[in-house]
């Protein structure tokens, strides 16, 4: 009997949680970019799996320092969950809070490095 095979993975509500930030912020890029074009509400959900292959080059046009760095911690935060490491430190490989999670899943430190790496303490 496998019935944990339809489970959804742990990290579900933090996987929405990073999907919503990044089409929030490739809608904006895609307002920019399109400028006056009429955007079809249809391509909307081809925008995240696109992002991999075009935050690297196109998104560099219209998105600010910030924006793209927090595409790319997004990007970063699926791989983890693909890879099943996600809620751990990169740094320290400690356990991530969970509140922290919550509130930026995205977050590739614990709470400890995160200060760390505003001092520019870390590398
Ligand atoms: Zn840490």
Not at 41 to 70: C, H, M, P, T, W
């Amino acid at each position: 009997m496998a019935r944990t095979k339809t489970k959804p993975h742990p990290y579900q509500l933090f996987e929405d949680a990073l999907r919503a930030k990044q089409r929030e912020l490739l809608d904006s890029y895609e307002r920019d970019k399109a400028a006056g074009n009429a955007s079809p509400d249809d391509g909307i959900q081809d925008l995240a799996d696109k992002a991999a292959s075009a935050y690297s080059k196109e998104l560099n046009f219209s998105l600010s320092d910030g924006e793209r760095n927090l595409l790319m911690l997004i990007e970063e935060a699926f791989n983890r969950i693909r890879e099943g490491n996600f809620g751990v430190c990169t740094n320290c490989s400690n356990q991530i809070g969970e509140k922290r999670l919550s509130a930026v899943p995205w977050t590739p430190y614990c709470i400890d490095c995160q200060e760390l790496q505003e001092k520019g303490l870390l590398a």
